[in-house]
């Protein structure tokens, strides 16, 4: 598991390679979450193009950064998501809680405006 940072205007791209099983690649991606929200940034892109899987407990992480950067005020957009992790979304009537998107370029337009 990889995690890369970068900022894009006034969004906050994160970027995971690897499968995202666990806490511990969530524990990670809430400590970035963390600074950023405490630097003031607002906007989260969450980049998935290399994420294969996201297993239950690496879903139950994603709800709760989710509700962090919520509840201070902020956005959270999935982007690249796989079938696969769309499928578990639907499944698990996560849909509504996040914003997805089919690339990165285009969850940037939406998060931007």
């Known amino acids: 598991m990889h995690i890369r940072h970068s900022v894009h205007g006034t969004v906050v791209v994160v970027r995971f390679s ?4 666990g806490d511990e690649p969530m524990s990670l991606f809430r400590g970035v979450v963390e600074e950023y929200l405490d630097a003031g940034r607002r906007r989260f892109v969450l980049d998935l ?53 089919d690339s990165l370029n285009e969850a940037l337009v939406v998060m931007v405006a």
């Open 18 to 21: 690897g499968q995202i099983m």
């Open 49 to 101: 193009c290399d994420v294969p899987w996201v297993n239950s407990q690496g879903l139950g992480g994603l709800v709760r950064v989710r509700n962090a950067i919520v509840n201070r005020g902020g956005r959270l957009a999935l982007a690249n998501i796989t079938d696969k992790i769309e499928e578990l979304l639907i499944i698990t009537r996560l849909t509504a809680n996040f914003e997805t998107f």
